[in-house]
């Protein structure tokens, strides 16, 4: 997803339902979907090891998350909608 697909769904009801959260509190995709999109407009010369770490992360996470591709349609499933909060669109 670019940087604006991404800002654009994390405004969404549907995103920031998805997800692992405590309580009200913002899930763990959300607020990494916010640091991604930041990442997104970062030139490559800025990032910092605490940027690197978390594009590993991210990566590690869709790695895993794609390998559990429930059957079916997913097109509105919280599983998309988790990882499209991680900056990865199943369906594109």
């Not at 991404?6 to 692992?20: C, M, P, V, Y």
């Not at 992360?57 to 599983?79: C, F, L, M, N």
């Not at 669109?89 to 594109?92: E, K, L, Q, R, S």
């Given at each position: 997803?670019?940087?604006?697909?991404?800002?654009?769904?994390?405004?969404?009801?549907?995103?920031?339902?998805?997800?692992?959260k405590?309580?009200?509190?913002?899930?763990?995709?959300?607020?990494s979907?916010?640091?991604?999109?930041?990442?997104?407009h970062?030139?490559?010369?800025?990032?910092?090891?605490?940027?690197?770490?978390?594009?590993?992360?991210?990566?590690?996470?869709?790695?895993?998350?794609?390998?559990?591709?429930?059957?079916?349609?997913?097109?509105?499933?919280?599983?998309?909608?988790?990882?499209?909060?991680?900056?990865h669109?199943?369906?594109?």
């Open positions: 997803m670019t940087a604006g697909e991404l800002d654009t769904w994390l405004a969404t009801d549907e995103s920031r339902e998805a997800g692992q405590s309580g009200d509190a913002e899930s763990t995709g959300h607020a979907g916010r640091r991604i999109v930041e990442l997104l970062t030139k490559k010369a800025d990032l910092s090891e605490s940027d690197l770490a978390h594009m590993r992360k991210v990566s590690a996470y869709v790695r895993r998350h794609t390998a559990q591709r429930p059957d079916g349609d997913i097109t509105e499933t919280r599983w998309r909608y988790s990882l499209m909060n991680w900056g669109d199943p369906t594109a």
